[in-house]
């Protein structure tokens, strides 16, 4: 358990990876603010705000919010992310920047707002990046540049806002985050035997705010079933 009175702010909070951390948070006792572009319940005790935290005046008013009604900051999860998947002559410079936006602008941001209470309260930044950061899939250039380019900041900020701020990532795998179940196919050839859940993800983000991992700054944690370790050939 954490220390009482401690407030979360999870971005990308309505479904999804930051739901399950938001729940995830709550259950250990963070009194946690969710935010996203689509309106979704508050997780026990907490509350929600719909924003926009690629738009600079938006989160300018998120964080403001968040000190004006809890009066202090200790922990920030950047997990608000979106993908477009085209050939690279169909995408347009509207959709990169939307995607570069919300999924690594939005952490820039975010962190800039909320340095100084994250300070004061000697807290923590978890950024959720992705595999992608290293590795990718055809016609996902924006979305694997965006996780790239979150990897990095993670560890320059990490650099730039300690002792006061640690600053850590996690890069997940294949997390299940719709209604279809996987394969057994899908599930066998992680070599864990199983596609990832929220949960896996959510339970690596408490830790990383918690004060157990008081010694851990500017590391990526990669979170995907050993996928990125399997030597794959075609056969």
């Known amino acids: 358990m954490t220390e009482p009175n401690r407030v979360a702010l999870v971005t990308g909070g309505a479904r999804g990876i930051g739901r399950a951390i938001a729940a995830r948070l709550a259950r250990e006792g963070w009194r946690v603010v ?9 997780v026990a005790g907490g509350r929600h705000a719909v924003a926009d935290v690629a738009d600079e005046v938006a989160v300018r008013a998120l964080v ?26 169909d995408l347009s410079l509207a959709e990169w920047q939307r995607v570069i936006g919300t999924n690594l602008t939005s952490a820039f941001l975010l962190a800039r707002e909320a340095e100084a209470p994250l300070r004061a309260a ?28 979150l990897v990095a900041l993670t560890h320059s900020l990490a650099v730039s ?7 850590n990532g996690v890069s997940p795998g294949w997390i299940n985050v719709s209604d279809e179940a996987p394969s057994a196919r899908d599930h066998a050839q992680h070599p864990v035997g199983r596609v990832g859940v929220p949960e896996d993800i959510a339970a ?6 918690g004060p157990e991992s008081g010694f851990v ?13 399997k030597m794959i050939y075609e056969a």
């Open 161 to 167: 806002l300690g002792p006061e701020v640690r600053v």
């Open 217 to 229: 700054t500017g590391a990526e944690f990669v979170s995907d079933g050993g996928m990125t370790r």
């Open 204 to 209: 690596l983000v408490a830790w990383l705010l």
């Open 64 to 89: 403001a919010s968040v000190l004006a009604e809890e009066g202090r900051l200790d922990g920030l999860v950047c997990n608000a992310g979106v993908m477009v998947r085209k050939p690279l002559r």
């Open 34 to 42: 969710t935010a996203d572009l689509s309106p979704a319940e508050p």
């Open 122 to 149: 000697r807290g923590a930044i978890v950024t959720i990046a992705s595999t992608r950061a290293r590795q990718s899939e055809p016609d996902t250039a924006a979305y694997s540049a965006s996780k790239g380019g």
